[in-house]
């Protein structure tokens, strides 16, 4: 949507351009960006009207063709929903914004139903779970499992993303060799990127595990709290980590030429990683 922008708005400035590598001169690309991004909605009449809670709550319908949406909800300038970039220009989310995405990925329909498809298939292949049987069983799983996503969005997406100043959406490589753009997914479990373009040590991932451990501790029932145990469940995380960033990296790529919701498979991932966490 930036790329759209921009070409509309000037055919020489263009998303892909290379970022430098002054903190002021990526500043400064981010005014310019934002300058014409501005300029070309006004003179198309574009009217800008802010986002709301209960609009960060709606799914935003996807173009079929890619895995990205077509549209800005709540005409932002920039879509503050967006999971991975692949424009290198730096363009940060407010703390508000960070929210928003927070509670988006939260809320979205395909985060919702992974999370109720796998709370059934728990309880229906063990009813003998620490959740209970039959439906009650059911719903404390579905209320543990949304509650320990909430405690994660919160804090991974939202407040130390915001204290820090950290974005907290992937930046896809997009170009380059295979065995590159694997460990660029690799390392952006460690390695994060500041609001203003360099980088940083991914605090958001790096403290989300621990806390969301911690807290998990306290209300997650049959868990077992003792440190090996929580180390175990940390650990578990940041191993498989990775693969959201995986999926974000290579599946844009395949889903040109397949219909598939990306946002689905990686709530997916997180779900069972979440499960598999729980069991130590």
């Known amino acids: 949507m930036l790329a759209l922008f921009c070409a509309a708005a000037s055919p020489e400035v263009s998303a892909q351009n290379v970022l430098p590598d002054a903190p002021s001169a990526t500043l400064a690309q981010q005014e310019q960006v934002v300058v014409i991004a501005e300029s070309y909605r006004r003179a198309n009449g574009v009217k800008t009207k802010p986002c709301t809670v209960g609009e960060a709550m709606f799914e935003i319908h996807p173009n079929p063709k890619t895995v990205e949406p077509v549209r800005i909800p709540c005409d932002e300038l920039f879509n503050p929903y967006q999971r991975f970039l692949d424009s290198e220009v730096v ?16 809320t979205s329909p395909a985060n919702l ?10 309880i229906g292949l063990n009813s003998h779970t620490a959740y209970g049987p039959g439906w009650k069983g059911f719903g404390k799983n579905v209320g543990v499992s949304l509650l320990q996503d909430a405690t994660g969005e919160f804090f991974g997406t939202f407040l130390i993303p915001s204290i820090v100043h950290e974005d907290p959406r992937y930046h896809r490589m997009g170009k380059g060799t295979v065995p590159r753009r694997f460990l660029h997914a690799l390392s952006r479990t460690v390695i994060a990127q500041h609001d203003d373009g360099s980088s940083m040590p991914n605090y958001a991932v790096l403290l989300t595990y621990p806390i969301n451990t911690e807290i998990s501790n306290l209300y997650v029932p049959g868990i077992h709290s003792d440190p090996a145990s929580s180390m175990a469940r940390i650990a578990t995380g940041l191993a498989t980590d990775p693969a959201n960033n995986l999926i974000s990296e290579f599946l844009p790529d395949v889903a040109r030429h397949i219909n598939i919701r990306i946002v689905f498979v990686q709530r997916l991932l997180n779900q069972v990683a979440s499960e598999r966490s729980g069991s130590f």
Not at 92 to 105: C, D, E, R, V
């Open 91 to 106: 363009i940060p989310l407010t703390s508000q914004q960070k929210g928003y995405l927070a509670l988006h990925n939260l």
């Open 113 to 122: 139903m992974t999370v109720v498809a796998i709370s059934g298939f728990t």
